[in-house]
């Protein structure tokens, strides 16, 4: 079974760049989430889908991150206008359901210079 | 909202050694609560799981205990190895997921 898969690997940017993060889920999971994980802590949940439909996005800085998910599989990460707080790994990760286990990919290491 | 916490935030031990890690959540509603584990360079792995409705659960060396009324878990990890080492997350879902910061566990060969 294919896993949970993210690009690109590595960003770095200078402040006021854009950059957007891919995930593919594994194939059947209806869930799928975006974390950001800075250096040393644990992964902070950005925003959640059930399908194609935005379940959570409380997290997101919404004047400059977006997240869609069109057809509910694959999903894209933007952040518009980066700045150095930015820099972090981002995580996604997919599960059945929201109260099951969640598989995640390798992430998407960010440097904002 | 949720908030979670864990410690200790590292451990050294010597091969086969046991090890405890302490969670603690504040979210009475949060009913499901997943452990992972992140070796370097890796992705975060699930490891064990309990939900509020147990009060322990055990795979292999992993042993997790989980105390509804104190909002408190342990996760026990006996005969250790040196390839235990990595970050252990505990984490707490009450439809969202919260993660504590990790414990970086080291065990010397």
């Known amino acids: 079974e294919a896993g949970v898969t993210q690009s690109p690997r590595y960003a770095v940017l200078q402040e006021g760049q854009a950059v957007s993060f891919w995930c593919d889920p594994i194939s059947g999971h209806d869930t799928l989430y975006w974390y950001q994980q800075p250096r040393d802590q644990g992964p902070q949940l950005l925003v959640y889908f059930r399908d194609e439909a935005v379940i959570d996005n409380s997290q997101l800085p919404s004047d400059r991150f977006s997240a869609v998910r069109p057809k509910g599989t694959n999903s894209t990460l933007k952040i518009q206008s980066a700045k150095q707080g930015d820099t972090a790994t981002y995580l996604c990760?997919?599960?059945?359901?929201?109260?099951?286990?969640?598989?995640f990919g390798e992430g998407s290491r960010l440097i904002v210079v | 909202g949720e908030q979670v916490e864990q410690l200790p935030s590292s451990l050294i031990v010597q091969e086969g050694a046991s090890v405890l890690i302490n969670c603690s959540y504040t979210?009475?509603?949060?009913?499901?609560f997943p452990w992972y584990k992140q070796e370097p360079g890796k992705r975060l792995q699930f490891i064990i799981d309990i939900r509020s409705n147990m009060e322990r659960k055990q795979n292999q060396r992993l042993t997790l205990l989980f105390d509804k009324k104190t909002k408190h878990l342990s996760l026990h990890i006996t005969a250790t190895q040196p390839g235990d080492s990595a970050i252990y997350f505990c984490?707490?879902?009450?439809?969202?997921?919260?993660f504590g910061d990790g414990t970086q566990l080291v065990v010397k060969p």
């Open positions: 979210d009475s509603a949060s009913v499901y």
């Open positions: 984490s707490a879902n009450n439809n969202r997921i919260f």
């Open positions: 990760a997919s599960s059945f359901g929201d109260r099951n286990t969640l598989y």
